[in-house]
T-cell receptor, first 112, second 114 residues
Framework: DAGITQSPRHKVTETGTPVTLRCHQT?????MYWYRQDPGHGLRLIHY???????DKGEVSDGYSVSRSKTEDFLLTLESATSSQTSVYFC???????????FGDGTRLSIL | AQSVSQHNHHVILSEAASLELGCNYS??????LFWYVQYPGQHLQLLLK??????LVKGIKGFEAEFIKSKFSFNLRKPSVQWSDTAEYFC????????????FGGGTRLMVKP
Protein backbone atom coordinates (compact mmCIF):
# COMPACT_ATOMS: atom_id res chain seq x y z
CA ASP A 1 0.00 0.00 0.00
CA ALA A 2 1.07 3.57 -0.69
CA GLY A 3 2.48 5.39 2.33
CA ILE A 4 -0.47 7.62 3.13
CA THR A 5 -1.61 8.38 6.67
CA GLN A 6 -4.74 10.35 7.47
CA SER A 7 -5.39 11.77 10.90
CA PRO A 8 -7.60 11.69 12.79
CA ARG A 9 -9.42 8.58 11.60
CA HIS A 10 -12.63 9.56 13.34
CA LYS A 11 -13.83 12.88 14.70
CA VAL A 12 -17.08 14.15 16.17
CA THR A 13 -17.45 17.87 16.62
CA GLU A 14 -20.08 20.58 16.89
CA THR A 15 -21.40 23.02 14.32
CA GLY A 16 -19.35 26.19 14.13
CA THR A 17 -16.08 24.75 15.37
CA PRO A 18 -12.92 24.70 13.24
CA VAL A 19 -11.63 21.31 12.11
CA THR A 20 -8.33 20.37 10.49
CA LEU A 21 -7.66 17.03 8.84
CA ARG A 22 -4.14 15.95 7.99
CA CYS A 23 -2.81 13.85 5.15
CA HIS A 24 0.79 12.71 5.39
CA GLN A 25 2.64 10.84 2.63
CA THR A 26 6.02 9.15 2.57
CA UNK A 27 6.12 8.66 -1.24
CA UNK A 28 7.39 12.14 -2.20
CA UNK A 29 4.57 12.41 -4.75
CA UNK A 30 3.96 15.83 -6.23
CA UNK A 31 0.16 15.72 -6.40
CA MET A 32 -2.18 15.44 -3.43
CA TYR A 33 -5.97 15.56 -3.29
CA TRP A 34 -8.80 15.82 -0.80
CA TYR A 35 -12.12 14.16 -1.61
CA ARG A 36 -15.34 13.70 0.27
CA GLN A 37 -17.42 10.55 -0.11
CA ASP A 38 -21.18 10.68 0.32
CA PRO A 39 -23.75 7.98 -0.54
CA GLY A 40 -24.82 8.18 -4.18
CA HIS A 41 -22.23 10.80 -5.07
CA GLY A 42 -19.09 8.72 -5.30
CA LEU A 43 -16.05 10.81 -4.47
CA ARG A 44 -16.06 14.53 -5.12
CA LEU A 45 -12.89 16.57 -5.27
CA ILE A 46 -12.60 19.35 -2.69
CA HIS A 47 -9.11 20.77 -3.30
CA TYR A 48 -5.89 19.52 -4.75
CA UNK A 49 -2.21 20.45 -4.71
CA UNK A 50 0.36 20.22 -7.47
CA UNK A 51 3.32 21.22 -5.34
CA UNK A 52 4.36 22.98 -2.16
CA UNK A 53 2.18 26.07 -1.71
CA UNK A 54 0.45 25.32 -5.04
CA UNK A 55 -3.21 24.46 -4.57
CA ASP A 56 -6.44 24.77 -6.51
CA LYS A 57 -10.15 24.29 -6.00
CA GLY A 58 -12.10 21.22 -6.93
CA GLU A 59 -15.77 20.60 -7.50
CA VAL A 60 -16.99 21.17 -3.93
CA SER A 61 -14.53 23.63 -2.39
CA ASP A 62 -16.97 26.01 -0.63
CA GLY A 63 -16.42 25.99 3.14
CA TYR A 64 -13.00 24.33 2.88
CA SER A 65 -9.44 25.60 2.71
CA VAL A 66 -6.15 23.75 2.30
CA SER A 67 -2.48 24.29 2.88
CA ARG A 68 0.67 22.51 1.78
CA SER A 69 3.83 23.86 3.39
CA LYS A 70 5.78 20.63 2.91
CA THR A 71 5.73 17.99 0.18
CA GLU A 72 4.60 15.33 2.62
CA ASP A 73 1.70 17.14 4.32
CA PHE A 74 -1.61 18.37 2.93
CA LEU A 75 -4.03 19.89 5.42
CA LEU A 76 -7.78 20.34 4.94
CA THR A 77 -9.50 22.91 7.16
CA LEU A 78 -13.16 23.51 7.80
CA GLU A 79 -13.11 27.03 9.21
CA SER A 80 -16.61 26.75 10.71
CA ALA A 81 -18.00 23.26 10.40
CA THR A 82 -21.60 22.71 9.30
CA SER A 83 -23.73 19.58 9.44
CA SER A 84 -23.60 19.34 5.63
CA GLN A 85 -19.89 18.65 5.94
CA THR A 86 -20.51 15.38 7.77
CA SER A 87 -18.84 12.91 5.47
CA VAL A 88 -15.94 10.55 4.95
CA TYR A 89 -12.86 12.39 3.73
CA PHE A 90 -10.19 10.70 1.64
CA CYS A 91 -6.75 11.92 0.75
CA UNK A 92 -5.09 10.70 -2.44
CA UNK A 93 -1.65 11.06 -4.01
CA UNK A 94 -0.15 10.52 -7.42
CA UNK A 95 3.08 11.19 -9.29
CA UNK A 96 1.26 12.53 -12.34
CA UNK A 97 -1.71 12.35 -14.70
CA UNK A 98 -0.39 9.18 -16.31
CA UNK A 99 -0.40 7.41 -12.97
CA UNK A 100 -3.36 6.21 -10.89
CA UNK A 101 -4.20 7.90 -7.61
CA UNK A 102 -3.61 6.04 -4.36
CA PHE A 103 -5.92 6.62 -1.45
CA GLY A 104 -5.58 6.88 2.29
CA ASP A 105 -7.81 5.05 4.76
CA GLY A 106 -10.19 7.97 5.20
CA THR A 107 -11.41 10.19 8.04
CA ARG A 108 -14.98 9.82 9.22
CA LEU A 109 -16.14 13.27 10.33
CA SER A 110 -19.45 13.84 12.09
CA ILE A 111 -20.68 17.36 12.78
CA LEU A 112 -23.54 17.60 15.23
CA ALA B 1 -17.56 19.78 -17.27
CA GLN B 2 -17.06 16.08 -17.57
CA SER B 3 -19.42 13.68 -15.82
CA VAL B 4 -19.42 9.95 -15.14
CA SER B 5 -22.55 7.81 -14.84
CA GLN B 6 -22.86 4.42 -13.26
CA HIS B 7 -26.37 3.28 -13.99
CA ASN B 8 -26.51 0.33 -11.61
CA HIS B 9 -26.56 1.59 -8.04
CA HIS B 10 -27.10 -1.78 -6.40
CA VAL B 11 -26.44 -5.23 -7.85
CA ILE B 12 -27.11 -8.54 -6.14
CA LEU B 13 -25.67 -11.72 -7.62
CA SER B 14 -25.15 -15.30 -6.58
CA GLU B 15 -21.67 -16.78 -6.52
CA ALA B 16 -20.43 -17.91 -9.95
CA ALA B 17 -22.73 -15.51 -11.78
CA SER B 18 -21.24 -13.21 -14.39
CA LEU B 19 -20.89 -9.51 -13.67
CA GLU B 20 -21.06 -6.44 -15.85
CA LEU B 21 -21.15 -2.95 -14.36
CA GLY B 22 -21.82 -0.03 -16.66
CA CYS B 23 -19.83 3.20 -16.81
CA ASN B 24 -20.41 6.07 -19.24
CA TYR B 25 -18.65 9.40 -19.36
CA SER B 26 -19.43 12.66 -21.08
CA UNK B 27 -16.07 14.01 -22.26
CA UNK B 28 -15.36 13.76 -26.00
CA UNK B 29 -11.59 14.07 -26.00
CA UNK B 30 -8.77 11.84 -24.84
CA UNK B 31 -9.38 10.23 -21.47
CA UNK B 32 -7.70 8.03 -18.91
CA LEU B 33 -10.14 5.58 -17.33
CA PHE B 34 -10.09 3.75 -14.02
CA TRP B 35 -12.08 1.30 -11.95
CA TYR B 36 -11.61 1.35 -8.20
CA VAL B 37 -13.01 -1.02 -5.60
CA GLN B 38 -13.83 -0.24 -1.99
CA TYR B 39 -14.30 -3.20 0.33
CA PRO B 40 -16.41 -2.56 3.44
CA GLY B 41 -14.61 -0.23 5.82
CA GLN B 42 -11.57 0.15 3.59
CA HIS B 43 -10.06 2.72 1.27
CA LEU B 44 -10.33 2.69 -2.51
CA GLN B 45 -8.03 0.33 -4.35
CA LEU B 46 -7.22 0.37 -8.04
CA LEU B 47 -8.72 -2.54 -10.00
CA LEU B 48 -7.56 -1.57 -13.46
CA LYS B 49 -6.77 1.38 -15.69
CA UNK B 50 -6.83 2.32 -19.35
CA UNK B 51 -4.56 4.97 -20.84
CA UNK B 52 -4.10 3.84 -24.44
CA UNK B 53 -3.61 0.78 -26.63
CA UNK B 54 -5.68 -2.40 -26.36
CA UNK B 55 -9.19 -1.34 -25.34
CA LEU B 56 -9.68 -4.58 -23.40
CA VAL B 57 -7.90 -4.12 -20.11
CA LYS B 58 -7.25 -6.83 -17.57
CA GLY B 59 -6.95 -5.99 -13.91
CA ILE B 60 -6.51 -7.73 -10.60
CA LYS B 61 -8.72 -10.49 -9.19
CA GLY B 62 -10.00 -11.59 -12.60
CA PHE B 63 -11.65 -8.30 -13.51
CA GLU B 64 -11.50 -6.78 -16.97
CA ALA B 65 -12.95 -3.72 -18.65
CA GLU B 66 -13.55 -2.72 -22.24
CA PHE B 67 -13.15 0.83 -23.52
CA ILE B 68 -15.60 1.57 -26.33
CA LYS B 69 -14.81 5.06 -27.53
CA SER B 70 -17.87 5.37 -29.79
CA LYS B 71 -20.15 4.65 -26.83
CA PHE B 72 -18.14 6.66 -24.26
CA SER B 73 -18.22 3.54 -22.12
CA PHE B 74 -15.82 1.61 -19.91
CA ASN B 75 -17.79 -1.32 -18.53
CA LEU B 76 -16.36 -3.62 -15.88
CA ARG B 77 -16.76 -7.39 -16.21
CA LYS B 78 -15.97 -10.57 -14.36
CA PRO B 79 -17.01 -14.00 -15.66
CA SER B 80 -17.64 -15.59 -12.26
CA VAL B 81 -18.01 -13.57 -9.07
CA GLN B 82 -17.11 -14.71 -5.58
CA TRP B 83 -18.53 -13.77 -2.21
CA SER B 84 -15.30 -11.84 -1.57
CA ASP B 85 -16.15 -9.50 -4.47
CA THR B 86 -18.84 -7.90 -2.30
CA ALA B 87 -17.82 -4.23 -2.35
CA GLU B 88 -18.58 -0.88 -3.90
CA TYR B 89 -17.15 -0.21 -7.35
CA PHE B 90 -16.30 3.22 -8.72
CA CYS B 91 -15.57 4.25 -12.26
CA UNK B 92 -13.37 7.35 -12.67
CA UNK B 93 -12.27 9.45 -15.60
CA UNK B 94 -9.39 11.83 -16.10
CA UNK B 95 -9.84 14.04 -19.15
CA UNK B 96 -6.70 15.32 -20.81
CA UNK B 97 -7.79 18.90 -20.29
CA UNK B 98 -8.45 18.43 -16.57
CA UNK B 99 -4.90 18.22 -15.31
CA UNK B 100 -4.66 15.44 -12.81
CA UNK B 101 -8.23 15.63 -11.57
CA UNK B 102 -10.45 12.58 -11.50
CA UNK B 103 -14.21 12.63 -11.86
CA PHE B 104 -15.92 9.70 -10.17
CA GLY B 105 -19.20 8.00 -10.85
CA GLY B 106 -21.67 7.56 -8.02
CA GLY B 107 -20.61 3.98 -7.38
CA THR B 108 -22.24 0.56 -7.68
CA ARG B 109 -22.73 -1.48 -4.56
CA LEU B 110 -22.32 -5.18 -5.34
CA MET B 111 -23.52 -7.89 -3.02
CA VAL B 112 -22.61 -11.49 -3.82
CA LYS B 113 -24.67 -14.12 -2.07
CA PRO B 114 -22.87 -17.32 -1.11
Amino acid sequence: DAGITQSPRHKVTETGTPVTLRCHQTENHRYMYWYRQDPGHGLRLIHYSYGVKDTDKGEVSDGYSVSRSKTEDFLLTLESATSSQTSVYFCAITRGADQPQHFGDGTRLSIL
Amino acid sequence: AQSVSQHNHHVILSEAASLELGCNYSYGGTVNLFWYVQYPGQHLQLLLKYFSGDPLVKGIKGFEAEFIKSKFSFNLRKPSVQWSDTAEYFCAVNANNAGNMLTFGGGTRLMVKP
